[in-house]
């Protein structure tokens, strides 16, 4: 069974990770230094790369090729460990490294989960200089899993190094956050999404137009993986070039025309023609909640070209759109912009539980 996109394409090295750029710096010099913590606490949005982090972290720690605060922990091609190919590397990447233990908290959030880490603690690595535990979805632990994590936490022996991944850093308890360095995750920008999709394409034979990349991106919302994802939704039929229009037309997304045609319907308030125009686009197969989501954008769009005078960079669209954006934003009132932003920023939250997004629409 061939891997998933995000999966096969994950990063092994720091070099490799895509955005993060302040995080790999502090990692990168504490490797060189030896000055790594014994405690993290890496938080940030889904698909951001904490998890990846923490894998090449752990191989950092025990790399063959190197120790952590000696000269080698800096090659000779000026970048530090891991190196990604020696056997520990390997193990790590394969999940088979006896002395890096990786425990889910969302499904594994009791303290009998917990105990089983507590009770291998104190023993030293077997294979590696350091175990590294790794436990996802900390903020999941149960209250009593929390309690008896603490007194570990507290006073770990020098041998164990804890990373603890979040996304909802406020729900972890104040004195575990207290006892980790603790390493807020961004969102990607689009600028490192595309380029890293860039490489990617490049790597697996595929011409992707910029335009292309620049609207997966726009879609992940700051999420390496949920680009990965559409990407690899949108090269699974085969297609070797990849543009905007097959972008739109793999994810069910209407292109800028459709919704400069239904804005233009509703400032001229020809509620029949809005009508045909969503039904044509459902009946071409596009899903309604998408189109609620990227109508919301092209108004976000409409504000921002009012406004700014070089739009471009912030909307990441093509010169002739921006125009027709700039042309449309002039038709209307910055209150109709800020009612149509509220009204349909309304109807999204209620589609979350609708079966019936197109009445919604």
């Known amino acids: 069974m061939q891997l998933a996109l995000y999966r096969a394409e994950r990063p092994e090295v720091f070099e490799d990770i895509i955005g993060q750029k302040h995080i ?3 990692l990168q010099n504490q490797i060189r230094t030896g000055t790594v913590s014994q405690a993290y606490l890496f938080s940030g949005t889904h698909g951001t790369g904490k998890t990846s982090t923490a894998r090449i972290l752990a191989k950092a720690l025990n790399c063959l090729e190197g120790e ?4 080698a922990a800096e090659r000779s091609d000026g970048s530090t460990l891991p190196c990604g190919h020696c056997t520990n590397c390997n ?3 394969e999940g088979r490294f006896v002395d890096v233990i990786e425990l889910d908290a ?3 959030n009791g303290v009998d989960d917990l105990r089983a880490i507590i009770d291998m603690v104190k023993y030293p690595p077997s294979v590696g200089r ?3 535990y790794i436990i996802d979805e900390v903020h999941m632990l149960s209250p009593a899993a929390e309690n008896a994590f603490l007194k570990t936490l507290e006073e770990p022996p020098q041998h164990a190094i804890f ?3 979040t996304t909802d850093p406020q729900k972890v308890r104040s004195t575990i956050r207290s006892r980790c360095m603790q390493l807020n995750f961004k969102r990607v920008s689009e600028e490192d999404l595309v380029s890293g999709m860039e490489r990617i394409c490049a790597k697996r034979g595929i011409e992707a137009t910029r335009d292309a990349l620049i609207t997966i991106a ?3 919302d700051g999420s390496v993986r949920d680009a990965l994802s559409i990407l690899e939704q949108c090269i699974a039929a085969g297609d070797t070039h990849l543009d905007r229009s097959l972008v739109l037309e793999y994810t069910g997304a209407a292109g800028e025309d459709f919704f400069l045609a239904l804005t ?4 001229d308030r020809d509620m029949g023609k809005a009508l045909v125009y969503i039904d044509e686009i459902i009946r071409r197969g596009k899903d309604a909640k998408q189109i609620l989501k990227d109508w919301l954008t092209h108004y976000r769009n409409l504000m921002i070209v009012k406004y700014v005078a070089k739009p471009g960079r912030i909307i990441g669209s093509s010169t002739e759109n921006i125009s027709r954006l700039k042309a449309q934003a002039d038709r209307l009132e910055l209150q109709a912009i800020e009612k149509a932003i509220r009204l349909i920023s309304e109807y999204i939250n209620i589609g979350r539980y609708s079966d019936k997004p197109r009445i919604l629409l």
């Open 163 to 165: 990373i603890l991944a």
């Open 130 to 132: 350091y175990k590294v």
């Open 24 to 26: 790999v710096r502090i």
């Open 106 to 108: 969302a499904s594994n």
């Open 264 to 267: 233009g319907a509703v400032a």
């Open 68 to 71: 952590p605060g000696t000269p």
């Open 218 to 220: 726009s879609r992940a």
């Open 91 to 93: 193990a790590i990447r």
